[in-house]
């Protein structure tokens, strides 16, 4: 049986596995671990076009990110276009 709990404000179940994420160089420890780039910026409710994201110093093909699944200790930074003038 899972229970119920809170954990930095947010609700999981006990047992649930969390990644450690390093995101713009600021640490994240909340984060699924089934998490994929996609998941990811939904996640942080970034829009999910004119966005370019690197992975442990690769940067990440678009085409990658609905099946690319994220590993504890991924260092990632993301870049997010907008416009304006």
Request: hydrophobic share 45%; glycine share 12%; no cysteine.
């Given at each position: 049986?899972?229970?119920?709990?809170?954990?930095?404000?947010?609700?999981?179940?006990?047992?649930?596995?969390?990644?450690?994420?390093?995101?713009?160089?600021?640490?994240?420890?909340?984060?699924?671990?089934?998490?994929?780039?996609?998941?990811?910026?939904?996640?942080?409710?970034?829009?999910?076009?004119?966005?370019?994201?690197?992975?442990?110093r690769?940067?990440?093909?678009?085409?990658?990110?609905?099946?690319?699944?994220?590993?504890?200790?991924d260092?990632?930074?993301?870049?997010?276009?907008?416009?304006?003038?």
């Amino acid at each position: 049986m899972l229970v119920a709990a809170v954990w930095r404000g947010k609700p999981y179940l006990t047992g649930a596995k969390f990644l450690k994420l390093i995101i713009n160089g600021k640490e994240h420890f909340d984060l699924p671990d089934s998490l994929t780039v996609a998941g990811l910026i939904a996640h942080l409710g970034l829009p999910d076009k004119k966005i370019a994201i690197e992975r442990n110093r690769e940067v990440v093909p678009k085409s990658t990110f609905d099946d690319l699944g994220l590993s504890d200790g991924d260092r990632l930074e993301i870049i997010h276009f907008i416009g304006g003038g």
